[in-house]
């Protein structure tokens, strides 16, 4: 190899991120994938079963009709023209198309758009922000980006000067902000969820370690919050959403929410608010706050990971700040409109008496019913488990059970270097070809071990894949056994 | 406003980078183009005319069918199972279509891919390079990406430590390589090409850019060539790239070759020589240079800028780095699965025999001899108004005329406190609707006074638009005669 650039003379900051969803054990995956390939009858399973990541069209997750109509008229409008597609495509999606493309300057969707994402998209996903809220929402606040994950990189840049800076974060948390702010070169200030009250927060708690970052020197500049929670699941209660709005007004904390999982709640008892709405109806506006809600096309009912859409709704920032952001969206041009597409269809999707009503309905209700009874059997199962216990999942995609390991386990993994978690993370793997991400890639309690497990398998596999993780287990514990 | 985040406390890195391209021109412009709607009549001019940015599907460009037809099936591919799409569709882009999604595990469009891009695509692309340079390539070097820019951020990313890493540019040069220098914190080491030969370039005076920042304590890590030329147009010689590649090897500086515009030529006497054959035609291979050659779906014939398409392939890194730059990828989970498609597509356009290939030589030709035509055109209405000189547009997008701005025009924009082409591409703006871009957003010998001007109008506004340019730059030499 030529020797100018090598892994000892590279950004120090790049070694330093961490991004565990696809870490080491999700690396390990392709290989055994591969093997699979080449070697079939080598492994002691059949296929690798994905449960690291949201990624729930990669599992049989079909996509809703609708949008995949409306979508292939906008990428070959031509069709438009044609008699033939009336018996193709629905009714509406054949003017739902026809309506995006006259939005766009020359029904051109391979030009680049605006920075910010076409102009008529932000309008209709403003005016679904505003009928899910009921307060009034802006296409000039609307960034849309290839998936949420670059907003938040756009909000590290505009707010990371050195590492006396610091974004305080859920722990556990989604590796992306851990792994966004190392690049960043930021300082992560974490405040811990509460895992024997299903993963709740204190105000008070969020209090002191803002005052123990402030006396280090730090200047915290904003607040993560993830709800439903990822990994943890949890849906904060109204109360608890005002004190962190609250909090963040007081502190002039910029408050990023970060709200991709917002269609994605199993439980009846509790409702999503978005930040925004909570907000607005305590009465601060953007004089009072300063509020970034993240959303996505890769979660929800659509699923769409692959298509990179999403917005991120920016409020209460002065004009020079905005034309900043505005910059940094400048620089890469503006998302893929594909995507961009895709999240104007989820912020406004077919309506009763649409032609597609009835089948994006039931499609959307097949789906999330679905997962709803996948979280609660994965639920039970994991805490039918000697040495797991598991909190619920009200929302999202994920479990995040606590795997009471043995001492000799973590002594075994620490002489082979490896943290415990991901020990026993890459043995279920190499015995069951199931894979998950070990819970220190979103950080927990001290002494404490998890990993985080999706939801997603289809209904047909979890009896087998519930009854190979819990063999797995139990010869795990016998054999490092205290 | 509240007050937490202002633009005093900002990152001031972003504050410090500058995007011409949509930069203070091209946002004036939009705000013209908006008063137009609500008022029109209101402007001495009927429309914008964006000569500012390369994006010529804005400018009523067609995209290739074919390419088209696929991205539609693909992302609809239920249509697949319908008897009508025989006549909608090309026999070869149903065939190709069902050959992708045979490629994608699930035939899951919508599922996050590999973080370098799906396999099978990868493998299409790096057989086109192979067919292309009549050397090797790799699969595994390639990593798909939104377009060209976020593979030129990696790369900024893993290797600017600090300010006293530096990466050599050319100047004049394309503004994302400054805008992504000073967003990474960066040093930019400029080597000058030379307007009165053709934008060529002299290696005695690259190495003493490189001894000369050596000598201030620079770390050079990088060299970016752009060819053929953006701003400049021109297409390096043959031998001037040896010289390169070998200085490269010598000085172990990573290549960064960006050959986003490798089909658009225009002159008969040049040919395009990719960096990686002219290395690997020496004897270079992974062992002697570090090349990043990076390509992209939104120039050439296709201009699908809005798809957000491209790929950069990585050679001469060991293991260890390309393992920092696959967590890179990683962080953003996957480019664009459109995207993805698309750049597949580039590499492996229809060939002869296919039911497509008449269809498809017939769009190509016809829009790159149109370009051809334009860029000759313009060229020579340029060199025709006085006070105006313009190199020869070899290739890529844009004419890079030189603007002999007369000192009184100079002394009046310092005096409100802009750049004279600044100065100069608004008051053209004001006047005539045209945007373009002024050359101090790419950098020019001091003194000296360029605009970019895109190639793109239709052919028949041209006429029109140069005798508008003319007129207006006629009265301003008058208003401003020394």
Redo the contacts between chains.
Sequence with gaps: ???????E???????Q?E?A??GEVAIHA?RLQQQLQTQPGSLPFDEILYCN?G??????QK?I?FF??V???C??P??LE?E??K??FSTDAIARAKKILSMI??R????????QGIKGLRDKIAAGIASRDGFPANADDIFLT??A??GV?MMM?????NNRDGIMCPIPQYS?YS??LA?HGGSLVPYYLDESSGWGLEISKLKNQLEDARSKGITV?ALVVINPGNPTGQILDEQQQYELVKFC?DE???LLADEVYQENIYVTNKKINSFKKIARSMGYN?????LVSLHSV?KGYY??????GGYMEVT???T??RE?LY??A??????????QILASLIMDPPKAGDASYDLYEEEKDSILKSLSRRAKAMESAFNSIDGITCNKTEGAMYLFPRIYLPQKAIEVARAVNKAPDVFYALRLLDTTGIVVTPGSGFGQVAGTWHVRCTILPQEEKIPSMISRFREFHEEFMAQYRD
């Design positions: 190899m030529a020797t100018g650039v090598s892994v003379n590279i950004n120090p900051k790049v070694l991120c991004y969803v696809r392709q990541i990624n729930p069209q990669s599992l049989g996509p009709t995949r109509e979508l292939a008229l990428d070959h031509n069709l044609r033939e597609i018996s193709l300057p020359g051109a969707t391979g030009a680049y758009s605006h920075s290839n998936g994950s670059p990189h840049q505009l707010l990371i000067r992306l792994a966004s690049l500049r007004k002039e904390l910029v953007g004089d009072d706050l300063q890769s699923g769409e990971c692959g298509k990179r209460g920032f002065s020079p700040v900043q910059k940094i400048s620089v890469n041009l503006c998302s893929n409109t594909t995507g």
